[in-house]
């Protein structure tokens, strides 16, 4: 087998016959990497099941709950093929998706491979998700959709980058993906979609509370990785367009739904002290005049001084979108 797939578990019973059933029948064989992350509910009893008709498909491990970012280290730990991916428990794949990025990957000689996916809202609501196109270093890291598990990756390749997911933060797709950026020498894209991310109201992404705060560290933590790999002043007109559009837009928006009052108005100004502070002249940045969209309007209008203002009207539009 060529690529192995990591499925973290934690919490998906519902979810995970779909997921796992969508991987052995592949349409290449595929090694699945499935880490019970201590669960607490029946997963185990479907991974067994799984384990004991797919046994050469199928490697499952328990471990101490750590969180996500854990499980995916120790899962990428367990990897001995030349590729690999990753697929959510709760999300499941189309039975075509790893031949077609593997036949892409290897006849572009490329590091990552993309494709398209699915917003699933029910079985008969699904909208199309666009990752790219974008090339490869500078342009990867201020257009690509920070989703692991719509890409393919070449596994020598990514172990000589100095990099793993940083525990006990949520957000840590966007940590791996945007610091990984400068390393990929080629990428390639499948322009269909093959992974049906499915929006569910219990999900980690859905919760808007004090885990929103992650955010905040996980890009200091993404500054703190460009400056240490001596990669800051070379990517620093990037950085601050994606601490921009993050910390005015992604985080931005979770951050004005967190119902506690006082909780809310402590995000949002960390948020906008993160961003202020490392990059006092973010509103003059070249991507918000070169880039297409309202949103980068949007974002070279803000200011400390109508920061609140926005924050409110957005809280009034989002509350009347539910």
């Not at 794949?93 to 917003?119: P, R």
């Not at 029910?122 to 199309?128: D, F, G, Y």
């Not at 203002?309 to 009034?316: G, Q, T, V």
Request: hydrophobic share 35%; glycine share 4%; charged share 25%.
């Amino acid at each position: 087998m060529k690529i192995s797939v990591i499925v973290p578990v934690w919490g998906v019973e519902k979810y995970l016959d779909k997921c796992l059933d969508s991987l052995v029948h592949q349409t290449i064989p595929v090694k699945v990497i499935v880490v019970n992350d201590s669960s607490p509910d029946h997963s185990q009893m479907i991974i067994d099941r799984y384990k004991e008709q797919y046994p050469d498909l199928i490697d499952a491990y328990i471990k101490p709950n750590g969180g996500i970012a854990d499980v995916r280290n120790f899962g990428l730990s367990k990897v001995n093929t030349p590729y690999f991916g990753f697929l959510d428990s709760d999300d499941y794949a189309e039975s075509d998706m790893f031949e077609k990025l593997l036949n892409a990957i290897e006849k572009e000689n490329a590091d990552v491979a993309v494709s398209q996916f699915y917003w699933e809202y029910s079985e008969t609501n699904k909208t199309l998700g666009i990752d790219g196109p974008y090339e490869a270093g500078k342009q990867m890291m201020v257009s690509q959709m920070a989703t692991l598990w719509n890409k393919l990756y070449r596994t020598g390749w990514i172990r000589t980058v100095p990099l793993q997911f940083p525990t006990g933060y949520r957000y840590e797709d966007a940590y791996f993906l945007y610091c990984l950026a400068p390393y990929v020498r080629k990428v390639v894209f499948v322009e269909e979609p093959f992974v049906h991310y499915v929006q569910r109201e219990g999900s980690i992404t859905h919760n808007h509370n004090e885990k929103v705060k992650d955010m905040v560290h996980v890009f200091e933590s993404i500054l703190d990785f460009y400056q240490k790999n001596g990669l800051y002043e070379q990517y620093k007109c990037e950085l601050e367009y994606l601490f921009t559009k993050f910390f005015l837009g992604n985080s931005f928006l979770r951050s004005v739904q967190i119902k506690d009052k006082k909780l809310r108005n402590e995000t949002l100004e960390m948020s906008y002290r993160v961003l202020s502070e490392n990059f006092p002249e973010y509103m003059k940045n070249p991507y918000l005049k070169t880039l297409p969209g309202l949103k980068n309007r949007y974002f070279s209008l803000v200011r400390k001084w109508n920061y609140p203002l926005f924050a409110m009207i957005f809280r009034i539009l989002q509350k009347i979108k539910k």
